[in-house]
């Protein structure tokens, strides 16, 4: 089997398309300039151009309005191809950004010169470089840090044509392959009760001969890197190209020339922001408190299966990151959370569907053993109900300013006695002072009074030879029901006891899956197991090293008619 990884990086400054704000005073009047930081698919117009299309009929006649063209030049180029009146687009940001460069996705027909001045937030100009595009989609390159205006000069197109400029982008996707690429690992994890989110990591290495990525090199592109910049890694198995998830860069370091990339997936990118608009639930669908978790994270490619969206959840969610807020639905929902190998997170109730088999001939090594036995499950949870009456919340000194007080216990209805309150959430309060003196403040209101209780979920007549044995966990989005259900769900995992470990040639299994794995005494049953965990060499031959939990398949051979029949039943060793 032959086996390759390469990995495409978006090499692009994250923030600088939402930040920025075309302008153009050669703009048609039919075009839209703000479309330039949407990229719309345009439609395929004629267009009173010198030699530009054929009278096939296959375009269509231009529209009084457009709802599809960024920018489309007021002016045409001569006979020589030079503007009369050069032809120019303007992007002012709010903040510094910084690029390796500027990708222009132009339609149809390509400028053949243009220039790009790029600007400090003063209106200083920090560099100007001219280029000859030879593609639709150009990549102008020129490392230019912390600028806050570019402009775009349009020189010279083909004769009597007109700049039909659609998408602008600050960075290029760059290639890191096999001829340069020297380790690269994948980790995939899940928990098949969601008790934890745990994050995929991708960490590679590549060698960098012009030390271009090198951190002590003051100009190098090293620069460039962001944290949310996206990157796709790809391993190519017999020819076949797999994509094995979409990752974002943590972090880099360099010894010698060779550079070291560590990125996580959207799992780990819920843990870099927090969640601090939850509140009391009574009966909400699990799918709006997600809603709300992903737009606070920033994250917009994700899926929930209708089952968990309809979810009804009860309880609360505290000031914390997003992916433990995230934790508490799922563990509620009794659903998994999942990344690799898809291009955005996908959010799916539990199911024991078999989807893969780990052969005899894929593994190298197989190591078994039976865990801990547990024959009964706690699960926390708590009640909120509103008190009547009006107490102090929280109290502390502040000076002049606006200041975001945040609490442990959620409140309502809250009042201060200096200052105002701008905004109030039942966990934290937004306050804004502005006498000058600090002063003591102290804020009242409504407290939530919650009550602790727990459900159990027992083995009523445990397996012989064996003691009882209680394992404990905690929900914060559960009412009795949903805590009885989640303890009998989890109670009944915990009774798979066969702990499997392997290490096998992949063919794309990812964590999550529940797959069979054969044997390696040909004359037994194989066992059924879910993937928790699984370490996968990406430049090593695509081996993979797997955890999983599960059961022993029992076989019984029934003989009729000279044919051999494989009875399935299901025991725990």
Known sequence: ????????????????????????????????????????????????????????????????????????????????GEFSQWQSVTVQFTENHTSIGITLHFLEEYP???????????????????????????????????YGKIVIT???????????????????????????????????????ISDKIKTDKLTFDFVDKNEEFNIGNSSGLHKTFQKRQKMVPYEIVNGKQIPLG?????????????????AIDFKGMLSNTDFKEGRIYDGEKAGLIIDEIMNTAGIS?????????????????????????????????????????????????????????????????????????????????????????????????????????QLSNPAENMTTNVGTIIRQRPYYVELQ??????????????????????????????????VRSTKTFTGTLLDYEAAQRVADSILDYYQLQQIIQTRHISRGEKAGDWTEVENTLVE???????????STDLVGGFIATAKYRGYYKLLSDYYFAGEIYAGEDVGII
């Open 524 to 534: 037994r049953g194989n066992f059924v197991a879910c993937i928790e965990s699984l």
């Open 1 to 80: 089997m032959k086996t390759e990884f390469f990995v495409d990086y978006n090499l692009y400054d994250t923030t600088a398309i939402e930040d920025g704000t075309p302008e153009s005073t050669t703009n048609a009047a039919f075009a839209d300039i703000d479309l330039l930081k949407k990229n719309p698919a345009a439609g395929v117009y004629a267009t009173l151009e010198h030699n530009f299309f054929v009278l096939d009929g296959s375009r269509e006649e231009f529209p009084d309005v457009s709802d599809n063209l960024a920018y489309f030049s007021t002016g045409q180029s001569g006979d020589t």
């Open 433 to 466: 002072i502005d006498t000058d003196a600090r002063s003591e403040v102290v804020i009242s209101g409504q407290k939530y009074i919650g009550e602790e209780l727990a459900v159990l979920s027992s083995i009523e007549n445990i397996k012989s030879g064996e």
């Open 246 to 262: 979409v990752f974002f860069l943590d972090s880099n370091s360099t010894t010698k020339n060779v550079s070291t990339l560590s």
């Open 112 to 146: 053949l010169e243009l220039k790009i001045e790029w600007y400090d937030l003063a209106g200083v100009k920090k560099a100007e470089a001219t280029y000859y595009p030879d593609s639709l989609d150009y990549f102008c390159e020129n490392q230019v840090e912390e």
């Open 154 to 192: 349009f020189v010279e197109t083909l004769p009597r044509h007109n700049v039909k400029l659609q998408y602008i982008e600050y960075g290029t996707t760059i290639r890191w392959g096999p001829d340069t690429i020297t380790s690269g690992k994948l980790t995939n994890d899940t928990d098949p």
């Open 301 to 405: 490619d994700y899926v929930v299966d209708d089952e968990t969206y309809n979810t009804l959840l009860y309880g609360t969610l505290k000031i914390q990151t997003c992916q433990k807020a995230l934790r508490e639905v799922l563990f509620a929902c009794g659903s998994t959370v999942n990344t690799a190998m898809r291009e955005n997170l996908e959010i799916h109730k539990s199911n024991r569907m078999i989807s893969e088999k780990i052969e005899r001939s894929r593994k190298f090594s197989t190591t078994l053993k039976t865990d801990h036995y547990v024959s009964d499950i706690n699960v926390k949870y708590t009640t909120w109900t509103l008190s009547d009456e009006i107490s102090q919340i929280t109290k502390g000194t502040y000076g002049v300013g606006l200041h975001t007080i």
